[in-house]
C-alpha cells in the first residue's frame, strides 16, 4: 500500500511520514497530480495559515476535491482539517476546498489561545476505531471546524467550546489533533485508517 502526503510547500510533512513509515506503511512526499492520482491513500498535513495555505494549493485545489469525491481515501490533519471546509475567520474572502459545508472559527474565551498540548479526543460510540477508546491526542490550534452538517462528527474536544476533533465521512478523515505528535494512542489512529484504506 502506498500512502502520499500531499507536498504545497508547508506542513509538518516528516514526522508525518515518520509515523506511517513506523507502521510499515510505504510514505511518499509530492506535488505531483500524476502522483496523487496513483496513491492508494492521500494525506494532507498542516501548519500554518488557512490563506497562505490555500495559496499554496492554488492551481491544484480542483484535483484534490476530485480524487476526494472519486473515493480516494483521504486524512486531513489539523490545517489539513480546516482546509477541507468552506471559509475560515483566521483569512476573510478566503475559499477552501468546500468539501464540507461549514467554517472555522476562532477559540474566543477565557482559556489561552492558541491550544497547545494534550486534550481529550471523545468519541461517538459508532465511530470508536478499534482498539481505542477515548483518549488524549495533542493540540495545536486557535481555530476550529463548524460543519453544518454534524454526521460527519465521530469525535469532540471541549476547549471552552465543543468542537469537533474527528471528521469520519466515507472515504474522508480528518483530525484536529496530530496523531503523529500523540504517541503510541496516535500512531494506533493512524494503524486504523490504514486497515480502512486496505479494506
Not at 128 to 152: I, V
Request: hydrophobic content about 40%; aromatic content about 12%; some cysteine.
Amino acid at each position: 500500500m502506498k500512502i502520499v502526503i500531499i507536498d504545497y510547500g508547508a506542513g509538518n510533512t516528516a514526522n508525518v511520514k515518520n509515523a506511517f513509515e513506523k507502521l510499515g506503511a510505504a510514505v511518499t512526499i509530492s506535488s505531483s497530480e500524476a502522483v496523487w492520482k496513483n496513491a492508494d491513500a492521500l494525506v494532507l498535513p498542516g501548519v500554518g495559515v488557512f490563506g497562505a495555505a490555500m495559496k499554496r494549493l492554488n492551481g491544484k485545489c480542483d484535483a484534490i476535491v476530485k480524487l476526494i469525491s472519486d473515493g480516494k481515501p483521504f486524512l486531513g490533519i489539523c490545517l489539513g482539517m480546516q482546509l477541507l471546509l468552506e471559509k475560515s475567520e483566521e483569512s476573510d474572502g478566503v475559499q477552501g476546498l468546500g468539501v464540507l459545508v461549514g467554517e472555522v472559527k476562532k477559540f474566543r474565551g477565557k482559556l489561552p489561545v492558541p491550544q497547545i498540548g494534550w486534550n481529550k479526543v471523545e468519541f461517538q460510540k459508532s465511530s470508536l476505531p478499534q482498539g481505542l477508546k477515548n483518549f488524549y491526542g495533542y493540540f495545536a490550534n486557535s481555530y476550529y471546524c463548524e460543519p453544518k452538517d454534524n454526521s460527519w462528527v465521530a469525535a469532540t474536544t471541549d476547549y471552552g467550546v465543543k468542537f469537533p476533533s474527528v471528521f469520519r465521512q466515507k472515504n474522508i478523515f480528518a483530525t484536529q489533533f496530530h496523531p503523529e505528535k500523540s504517541g503510541e494512542l496516535g500512531l494506533k489512529f493512524l494503524k486504523n485508517f490504514i486497515r480502512e484504506v486496505k479494506q
